[in-house]
């Protein structure tokens, strides 16, 4: 699985996304990687922005010589058809790229598509997900945005109780809006801080990597400890939400 702060379907992020294939690969070897490009959580903004987010997919995975495929889930009855479902299954690796992770939960929650996630990471597929797409996997999405810092439901693939892609520009966009979440945190629950251009790449009950140009922060109630690229760490405690 990897969580990515920001810059899919980059240059910057070639290596990692190399990385993810390698794994993929090793799951089902001798043939090109199956990727699923999913826009879902650009799904209101337009035709446009969508159309931008399966290009940029596509074009970049072929360039890293696997077989991607742009999976135009966008809204729940796209996410409910059967055909896309049978696509994401197959996938050797799944990639949510950013937008609103709210709609992106949403849209996805009991849908088949989501089914199609868990059936094929179930068969050792990768899961990959940038900004919202990485959101939607810890215990709960905040609204970063509400006064409250509101929470709603996620996927909990990952104890964190919240993650906070964006890390390093987060504060100028909300200040303050880091230490209001660590003041929730219950004990044995952290909050993942992703910085851009950055990922953290692992698996369930094993250590996890820090790769890419900056650093993930984990906060507890105690502090917090920032992990640079090449530094590796697992889960500091579990924990539902804030």
């Known amino acids: 699985m990897a969580l ?13 996304d190399r990385r993810l294939l390698a794994a993929a690969e090793a799951m089902r070897p001798g043939r090109p990687v199956k990727v699923a490009c999913l826009p879902t959580a650009a799904g209101q903004e337009g035709e446009a922005q969508v159309a931008r987010w399966l290009r940029m ?8 010589g696997a077989d991607p495929q742009a999976v135009r889930v966008v809204d729940r009855a796209s996410a409910d058809e059967p055909a896309w479902g049978a696509v994401i299954e197959a996938a050797g690796l799944i990639y949510f790229s950013g937008g609103d992770p709210l ?5 996805l929650a009991g849908s088949r598509a989501w089914a199609a996630v868990e059936a094929a990471t179930a068969q050792g597929a990768v899961l990959a997900g940038c900004s919202a797409g990485a959101m939607i996997l810890a215990r709960a999405v905040p609204d970063v945005r509400a006064a409250d810092l509101s929470l709603y439901p996620a996927f909990g693939r990952v104890p964190a ?10 504060e100028r966009f909300r200040p303050g809006v880091a230490a209001l979440a660590q003041s929730r945190l219950a004990d044995g629950q952290f909050v993942l801080g992703i910085d851009e251009e950055t990922a953290l790449v692992g698996r369930p ?4 990597e820090v790769l890419g140009r900056q650093a993930v922060t984990v906060l507890t109630r105690a502090g917090q400890t920032r992990y640079a690229a090449g530094q590796s760490f697992t889960w500091p405690g579990e924990g539902s939400a804030l």
Do not use: K, N
């Open 4 to 16: 990515v702060g920001s810059g899919e379907y980059l240059p910057v992020m070639e290596a990692i």
């Open 57 to 64: 997919g596509v074009e970049h995975f072929q360039r890293l």
């Open 103 to 107: 709609y992106l939960y949403q849209t």
């Open 161 to 170: 109780a919240v993650i906070m892609p964006h890390f390093d520009q987060l």
């Open 205 to 208: 009950g094993g250590p996890w």
